[in-house]
């Protein structure tokens, strides 16, 4: 597999793209016998696989988000927000009493519908949380990626969203950090601030914590990432505090080098912001998602349906398991070639220090997100 930035990126299709329509057109070919096998236990044979197949549709986290139109959302009459107070939420709860947060829904604060700006690119929202407990629900998102699916260029690409980024929320008479917008108003309000700033189509997400991102991990038998000098002191720091917290005795790091991390090693290297800044905290974030990525195209068949039912209650997303597996489809055919982009970028905003946030120079920010995700012509 390919990675690729964007600045110096051909576009070209990556070498590993034979290998990436062989393999989705093995999982069509599985896809298809499924569906056979449910049609005969219609008929009375196949029981036992339609059982699975609706067990692991249950064990799924499904969140039910509601849905408004532009018109319905412009009739709400929304909360101010300006003296919401975001250091009131429950951190008690610990992880070791087992289960994980659950996704925040506001259902004052639905998703506005958007329509997808070019069926050849579909963009679905990937964050994680910065709970501490599991009825910690009124958090703030932490590590926000969208996954844009390029059948047009035949790519997967991940795009950092900077929680400082300063943004437009509904709500709030100044401008705020994007982070924040979840806590306010959980994941409509995230996803409709995200689509207003940023002029993307986002309609789907997936949400985790940092317990199974962890899992998640160690599920795939863990992932190799080169781990600096500096990064060492600092990655230990972060699986100290996630073994108080999970109960668990999690090995430190001692040594520099490519080496294989799990679960928590990986998440507690990726979460690393003090060392340096939130840019290079944002590329970990990237690294750490292909690097799984990598590890899940590397798996047989059986081995990642095996993963899809390990997998299946660790995270919570608003799609049913027929469109996730649609766009488990899609994103196999595109898997040889993975982008990276971080927004704001380089250049295209400035700082205040007191408090810290990212203001950003829109005009030129938009263009050349937009470039990125659909070559200009949204």
């Keep these: 597999m390919s990675v ?8 070209q299709r990556g070498s590993g793209n034979s290998n990436s329509r062989s393999s989705g057109r093995n999982l069509r070919r599985l896809f298809l016998r499924l569906l056979i096998y449910m049609l005969c236990a219609v008929l009375g044979l196949g029981t036992g696989v339609v059982l699975y197949v609706y067990k692991l ?19 709400i009459d929304f909360a101010n927000l300006d003296n ?3 250091n009131s939420g429950n951190v008690v709860s610990n992880w070791s009493e087992g289960g994980h947060t659950k996704v925040y829904v506001n259902e004052n604060y639905p998703i506005k519908k958007v329509s997808q700006k070019d069926s050849k690119v579909e963009n679905v929202l990937v964050f994680g949380i910065d709970s501490r407990g599991t009825n910690d629900v009124t958090c703030r998102a932490d590590a926000i990626l969208v996954v844009s699916i390029d059948h047009r260029s035949d790519k997967i690409k991940l795009i950092s969203l900077m929680r400082d980024t300063g ?7 100044s401008v705020d950090k994007l982070t924040h917008s979840y806590a306010y108003g959980g994941v409509g309000l995230l996803i409709n601030t995200i689509n207003d700033n940023f002029g993307l189509d986002i309609q789907r997400f997936v949400m985790l914590d940092f317990g199974s991102s962890s899992k998640l991990v160690d599920l795939v038998g863990g992932v190799e990432i080169e781990v600096t000098a500096s990064e060492v002191k600092y990655a230990n720091h972060s699986i100290n505090e996630e073994n108080m917290l999970l109960g668990t005795n999690v090995p430190l790091l001692t040594h520099e080098g490519k080496q294989v991390l799990n679960g928590v090693q990986a998440t507690s290297w990726a979460r690393i912001r003090k060392l340096d800044s939130d840019y290079v905290r944002s590329s970990r974030q990237r690294t750490l998602a292909i690097a799984m990525m990598q590890k899940v195209g590397d798996l047989g068949r059986l081995e990642q349906t095996a993963l899809l039912e390990d997998a299946a209650g660790m995270f919570e997303t608003n799609m049913n398991m027929l469109d996730m597996m649609r766009i488990a489809l899609s994103a196999i055919e595109v898997l040889g070639t993975i982008d990276e982009y971080r927004a704001p970028a380089d250049g295209m905003f400035t700082v205040q220090q007191d408090p810290w ?8 920010q938009l263009a050349d997100l937009h470039e990125f995700i659909w070559g200009g012509s949204k």
């Design 4 to 11: 690729n930035g964007y600045n110096n990126s051909s576009y």
């Design 57 to 75: 549709m249950g064990a799924v986290g499904f969140v039910n988000t509601p849905f408004v139109t532009n018109r319905q959302y412009e009739t």
């Design 84 to 86: 919401v107070d975001l």
């Design 167 to 173: 943004v437009k929320i509904e709500g709030r008479s």
């Design 357 to 364: 946030i990212m203001f950003v120079d829109w005009d030129a």
